[in-house]
């Protein structure tokens, strides 16, 4: 494969993002959102897209696209449908195409198969941050917020509570 050649493919990288992505969407969602990488004019492409269920009616103003079957490519969760022999009728949500562009590597098409938005950095075109930096401890950052940086202060006394003195607040505080 040459340099230019793996210019028009998804890194792996870009492929596990593309990954989180669908799953993040089903999750959201809640229906299964396949996501399918496709190769068109030595350019790859991911399509994000709902199966529809037998009984579901279509939808004239959506688009619809076909889905699996033999040596369809997929990332993500497969919502436990068969895409290596079955092929589905899905209703389109969206998609990204790679391009020789220098200044837009990606193309993101909206609901319509229509020019979204482009980008470079393939993170700036998806709904959800897809890294896996780890996150700031909140009650660090809560007691830093607050200026507490002494310890708590030790309460006298014992009643027949047996919480030392401390309250406890159920509800609003008024």
């Given at each position: ?20 992505t669908a799953d993040g969407l089903s999750a ?147």
């Amino acid at each position: 494969m040459s340099a230019s050649d793996f210019t028009l493919n998804f890194t792996e990288e870009e492929l596990i993002m593309l990954g989180k992505t669908a799953d993040g969407l089903s999750a959201y969602m809640g229906k299964s959102v396949l996501a399918e990488i496709g190769m068109d004019d030595e350019a790859e492409w991911v399509i994000f897209a709902i199966p529809l269920g037998v009984d579901e009616e279509h939808d004239d103003k959506a688009v619809h696209v076909q889905m699996g079957g033999s040596g369809a490519r997929f990332v993500g969760g497969r919502g436990g449908l068969d895409l290596d022999t079955d092929i589905y009728d899905c209703r389109y949500l969206w998609s990204i195409q790679i391009t020789d562009d220098p200044e837009a590597r990606f193309v993101r098409l909206d609901e319509h198969g229509n020019e979204f938005d482009f980008s470079n950095d393939l993170a700036e075109l998806l709904p959800f941050e897809t890294t896996d930096e780890e996150l700031p401890d909140p009650d660090l950052e809560l007691a830093e917020d607050l200026g507490d940086d002494q310890e708590p202060e030790d309460f006298e006394g014992d009643d027949d509570r047996g919480d030392h003195g401390r309250h406890t607040h159920k509800g609003p505080l008024h």
